[in-house]
Nanobody, 129 residues
Framework: QVQLVESGGGLVQAGGSLRLSCAASGRTFSSYAMGWFRQAPGKERDAVATINRSGLSTYYADSVKGRFTISRDNAKNTVYLQMNSLKPEDTAVYYC??????????????????????WGQGTQVTVSS
């Protein structure tokens, strides 16, 4: 079992920044991959960024490349999403998720929500224009 708790969401003006945090508990945090996903009203849940267990392999959606940074601190059992230059289209509920698959953990975390085993409750990010 893995428990995930997100924090750091809120309301920000376009061009501003937010840092999301996701605290994990349960299984050894450094043994699995993590992902950040987002879901806007009426839309599917899409991958924003993923990171393998060591932090050396990351993925970013094209829409956030150069603006968002995913990182993890295995000593603190926490994964982060630093979001800069925010745009109104970034408005969504943001979720962190854990993928316990061994290949994903070591090499290439999946971008498909269905591959993830555990999810946080989500945190709202609203970007005003």
């Amino acid at each position: 079992q893995v428990q995930l708790v997100e924090s750091g969401g809120g309301l920000v003006q376009a061009g501003g920044s937010l840092r999301l945090s996701c605290a994990a508990s349960g299984r050894t945090f450094s043994s699995y991959a993590m992902g950040w996903f987002r879901q806007a009203p009426g839309k599917e849940r899409d991958a924003v960024a993923t990171i393998n267990r060591s932090g050396l392999s990351t993925y970013y959606a094209d829409s956030v490349k150069g603006r968002f940074t995913i990182s993890r601190d295995n000593a603190k059992n926490t994964v982060y999403l630093q979001m800069n230059s925010l745009k109104p289209e970034d408005t969504a509920v943001y979720y962190c998720a854990a993928d316990l698959d061994v290949f994903a953990a070591n090499y290439a975390p999946s971008i498909h929500p269905g591959r993830y085993d555990y999810w946080g409750q989500g945190t709202q990010v609203t970007v005003s224009s």
